[in-house]
């Protein structure tokens, strides 16, 4: 039985979200328990309302809220009893094995760090998500997607680590990990000096470092995790949204003119659902704290309860498939590997200059 930890309280809609969001997940998935945090009496309230399974829920109380807008620091020395803070609390306690917040993103990183740590070796943790791609059976891992906005090269080569092991642990099938670093182009001398020197340890590890990748080559299926600083990386994710929405109310006016484009509309209807469906945004809700001693997932904070129950599925999945523990195993191994590499190439310099 897997359990998660749910921020009942966070997000922009709080309870009216995270309550029905959490049942229709309930019904999906049988091998579940939810730890529902937050105010003990609204909490109660609303699952009651929502004829919710409450023989797989149990409720923590706490007695604070961190608002959508509050500073993170703030948030993680005066909120100490936050539904927020419970909540990571009970994947660091060991009564769940994955935490699902929709509220403030700052504040979830500041308490998700303070709480849990980070894996040896790696500096800071990183915003991942999964993006489709043009295959039906590929999704793109991208991250970071704003947890770091400046970002040292050995950084992003951690990020690349993270990526690796999260898609070789949930996918073990698929082999190693294709990685690709976000760039203005495909080649090498491309980019600022923090990505030249990151595209150089990166084609010097035993990574399966495919190059540079434009923007444009995000959707590809022929990589698997694309790496990028926080700030180049939520552009980039925004970008995206914001296409996306922008299309779909273009499509919606040309069908809705002339006769003709009402009935090529219905000709199209079925299509047009599926490809809807396919990249409703809802689907790809819920973004993994990558690089902390335990899971904790991030839900928009403006999803709908249909979006909030895709990002408990994604912790769900992290949870089962026991990523974290395969995830340590392998940045180890890894980072092992590039200190090896990196002592020889400085020794080599050495030797060069006394050449």
């Known amino acids: ?17 995270t309550v029905p969001g959490a049942v229709a997940f309930l019904q999906q998935k049988t091998d579940v328990r939810l730890i529902m945090v937050g105010d003990e009496t609204q909490v109660k309230a609303a699952l009651a309302a929502a004829n919710a399974p409450m023989d797989r829920i149990d409720i923590v109380h706490a007695s604070q809220v961190v608002e959508m807008d ?10 100490k009893d936050s539904s927020m803070r419970v909540a990571v609390n009970q994947v660091k306690d060991g009564a769940a094995q994955a935490a699902v917040s929709a509220g403030n993103t700052g504040a979830l990183m500041a308490t998700a760090r303070f709480v849990l740590k980070t894996i040896p070796g790696i500096e800071r943790p990183a915003i991942a998500k999964f993006l489709p791609s043009p295959s039906n059976d590929h999704m793109t891992l991208m991250l970071d997607l704003g947890g770091n906005v400046d970002c040292t090269a050995e950084q992003l080569v951690q990020f690349a680590v993270l990526g690796s092991e999260l898609v070789q642990a949930l996918h073990p099938e698929k082999g190693q990990p294709r990685i690709g670093l976000l760039n203005v182009g495909t080649e090498d001398i491309k980019g600022n000096d923090t990505v ?5 340890f990166l084609k010097a ?11 444009n080559g995000i959707f590809r299926d022929d990589v698997d995790v694309v790496v990028a600083d926080g700030f180049v990386g939520n552009i980039a994710l925004k970008t995206i949204e914001g296409v996306v929405k922008f299309l ?8 809705g003119g002339s006769l003709l484009n009402k009935a090529a509309a219905l000709l199209a209807m079925p299509s ?3 490809l809807k469906s396919r990249f409703d945004p809802r689907r790809f809700n819920g973004a993994i704290f990558l690089g902390l001693r335990g ?8 999803t709908d309860a249909a979006g909030f129950s895709y990002a408990l599925e994604e912790a769900y999945h992290e949870a089962k498939a026991d990523s974290l523990a395969k995830i340590e195993q392998g940045v180890a191994a890894q980072l092992a590997v590039l200190a090896e590499q990196k002592i020889e ?8 200059n006394i050449g």
């Open 1 to 17: 039985m897997i359990t998660l930890a749910v921020d009942a309280m966070g997000g922009d809609a709080g309870l009216d979200v």
């Open 70 to 79: 509050e500073a993170p620091q703030l948030a993680l020395k005066n909120k």
């Open 196 to 200: 030249k020197q990151t595209f150089k």
């Open 205 to 215: 590890s035993k990574l399966n470092f495919i190059g540079n990748v434009e923007g």
């Open 248 to 255: 779909g109310t273009k499509l919606k006016a040309e069908f």
């Open 272 to 274: 047009l659902k599926s």
């Open 295 to 302: 899971v904790v997932v991030k839900s928009h904070g403006g």
């Open 345 to 352: 190439t400085e020794h080599t310099a050495i030797a060069d």
